[in-house]
């Protein structure tokens, strides 16, 4: 038995072998049909290189501010003992830089994009992208578009035109209502999108920088885009800082207040002691005085300091110090990002070698089995 075991594993290489020369043999008889279909994919991909058009990309790399250290750092303390927590108050605070990416996929953020006008070459004068994209007077023949639109896009062509053309308004209806809830018709989803695809922010969160990019097939258009995603995301961001100091602002006003309040109670019953005590005789009422200006001290401490932060606070508000620091600022690329033709080419005659090699290889047991 184990004989018999050992010639089976000693002939299982030699068929192995055959198996992989049947193979090669088979590939070149086959020959012929491997270089026509080849030179078929080959052309196919010259024709697709040469169709395609350029695209550019455009960039800008900017540095967010970190967060400072709260103003308050040194009151705090001492509020503690007045009884006044001040461990909330952060001036200072603004979004993490990996929030950012989430910024651009807000609604509001896009649909500013998306309304925001644009150089397009095309365009007598500068329009909206939504304007552009669904405006039908900009739109020119493509042979390589046709193509992707009736091959690879044929489910989504079919799918479109089974929708309700009213769908548009009836989102738009729905959400002017209350002036709330904000959405994204279906044809600005559609262009926002094609937008976001080409559209890109990337965090080095190693060197502590971010980059916006944008890919377009017109130079210009691309950099102005940027421009305008860097400006919206500095103006979204600012808001948010902008909210969180108003906020501190408000609280330092109420505790300031608070204060204010406490320090005048706190005087008033030092002044009316003191009245009634103008000649102090005992050790009782001379311990109670040294307790009450010990308590006075303190909350005109808290009192005097919380002035201080109420005006800083104030112009907390009104300062505009720049959330993004712009260290390559954004230009209209002139070298071009792509197509690369040769490896497009490449791509296409090594797929015509893998599929014709295929059908060589297995056409034989498909007509075995069709004519069963």
């Not at 109670?265 to 200006?293: C, G, H, P, W, Y």
């Not at 993004?324 to 690329?333: D, K, N, S």
């Amino acid at each position: 038995m184990e004989d018999r075991d050992k010639d089976i594993i000693k002939q299982n290489p030699e068929e192995d072998e055959i198996d992989l020369m049947e193979i090669v043999r088979k590939l070149w008889i086959g020959r012929k049909l491997i270089i026509r279909v080849t030179l078929a994919y080959a052309l196919l991909g010259l024709v697709i290189a040469i169709l395609t058009p350029n695209y550019y990309t455009a960039s800008c790399t900017m540095v967010p501010q970190t967060g400072a250290k709260s103003a308050t750092g040194n009151l705090s303390g001492l509020a503690a003992i007045a009884g006044i927590n001040l461990g909330s108050m952060s001036s200072g605070e603004v979004l993490s830089p990996t929030v950012y990416p989430k910024i651009l996929k807000n609604v509001n953020f896009q649909k500013e994009l998306l309304y925001s006008e644009y150089s397009f070459a095309k365009a007598e004068k500068p329009v909206s992208y939504y304007e552009y994209a669904t405006n039908k007077q900009y739109r020119t023949f493509s042979l390589l578009g046709t193509f992707k639109r009736y091959t690879i896009g044929l489910p989504s062509v079919i799918i479109g035109a089974f929708r309700n053309n009213n769908v548009d308004q009836t989102i738009l209806d729905s959400t002017n209502v209350n002036g709330h809830i904000y959405s994204l018709t279906s044809k600005e989803n559609k262009v926002i999108n094609g937008i976001n695809s080409n559209l890109s922010l990337n965090l080095n969160s190693k060197d502590g920088y971010i980059t916006i990019s944008y890919t377009s097939a017109e130079p210009k258009v691309a950099a102005e885009v940027v421009l305008k995603a860097q400006q919206l995301l500095q103006k979204y961001i600012t808001e948010f800082k902008l909210e969180k100091v108003r906020s501190n602002l408000e609280f330092v006003e109420r505790s300031y207040d608070e204060a204010k309040q406490n320090f005048e109670v706190k005087q008033a019953e030092l002044a009316r002691f003191r009245d009634a005590n103008k000649s102090l005789t005992s050790a009782m009422a001379r311990t109670q005085e040294e307790k009450l200006i010990s308590e006075y001290n303190l909350l005109l401490s808290v009192y005097t300091e919380l002035a201080k932060q109420k005006e800083q606070a104030k112009i907390a508000v009104t300062e505009t110090t720049p959330i993004l620091t712009v260290i390559q600022p954004v230009i209209v690329p002139t070298d071009k990002a792509g197509p690369k033709r040769s490896t497009l080419i490449i791509g296409f005659v090594f797929f015509g070698i893998l599929m014709s090699s295929m059908w060589i290889i297995i056409s034989p047991s498909l007509k075995k089995y069709t004519n069963r």
